[in-house]
T-cell receptor, first 114, second 113 residues
Framework: KAGVTQTPRYLIKTRGQQVTLSCSPI?????VSWYQQTPGQGLQFLFE???????NKGNFPGRFSGRQFSNSRSEMNVSTLELGDSALYLC?????????????FGEGSRLTVL | GNSVTQMEGPVTLSEEAFLTINCTYT??????LFWYVQYPGEGLQLLLK?????DKGSNKGFEATYRKETTSFHLEKGSVQVSDSAVYFC????????????FGQGTRLTINP
């Protein structure tokens, strides 16, 4: 069974640009959540999607957005990039419903903002 | 708000030593508690979980007991191996059925042969 796939794995952007990251969950998993990992702030929850609906949102500015498609694949977008957005962005999928917190993480997309 | 505090790393031990990584939490209600592990070059993996007070989660020789009276979920292993070298994260789930986790800062563990 294929794991959670994130693309691209690495990318470099400049301030003011926008970026879109993609996540393909494990087959059969309908819940997708996103986390930002930085050395200073650690792992922070961004948002969670289930059946194309955002269920939870973390404490991030509106520049951070996401969506989920009917096949459970998800994308997140960051607009007007700032230097502080440099981070490893992790996607996780789960079966949801009764499997609280049992997440399967991808290897992440490492974003560098110059 | 809810939070998780882990012992600061890095932690370096010799093979076959006893391991404890401390984790305490602050939460309203009764969260579920988790330990995740990140091996070098790999994604985060769920190591073990506990969903209510006095539950003990265990996996791969690791154990942790949900202690409501001390708001703790310390990770222990009786005899560590070099292959246990990784970063360990303690986490809590704020809402049942949701996948929003609050993570600790992580503890880097290095085991020397």
């Amino acid at each position: 069974k294929a794991g959670v796939t994130q693309t691209p794995r690495y990318l470099i952007k400049t301030r003011g640009q926008q970026v879109t990251l993609s996540c393909s969950p494990i087959s059969g998993h309908r819940s997708v959540s996103w986390y930002q990992q930085t050395p200073g702030q650690g792992l922070q929850f961004l948002f969670e999607y289930f059946s194309e609906t955002q269920r939870n949102k973390g404490n991030f500015p509106g520049r951070f957005s996401g969506r989920q498609f009917s096949n459970s694949r998800s994308e997140m977008n960051v607009s007007t990039l700032e230097l502080g957005d440099s981070a490893l962005y992790l996607c996780a999928s789960s079966l949801a419903a009764g499997r609280t917190g049992e997440l399967f993480f991808g290897e992440g997309s490492r974003l560098t903002v110059l | 708000g809810n939070s998780v505090t882990q012992m600061e790393g890095p932690v370096t031990l010799s093979e076959e030593a006893f391991l404890t990584i401390n984790c305490t939490y602050t939460a309203t209600g009764y969260p579920s508690l988790f330990w995740y592990v990140q091996y070098p070059g790999e994604g985060l993996q769920l190591l073990l979980k506990a969903t209510k007070a006095d539950d003990k989660g265990s996996n791969k020789g690791f154990e942790a007991t949900y202690r409501k009276e001390t708001t703790s979920f310390h990770l222990e292993k009786g005899s560590v191996q070099v292959s246990d070298s990784a970063v360990y994260f303690c986490a809590l789930s704020e809402v049942q059925g949701a996948q929003k986790l609050v993570f600790g800062q992580g503890t880097r563990l290095t085991i020397n042969p």
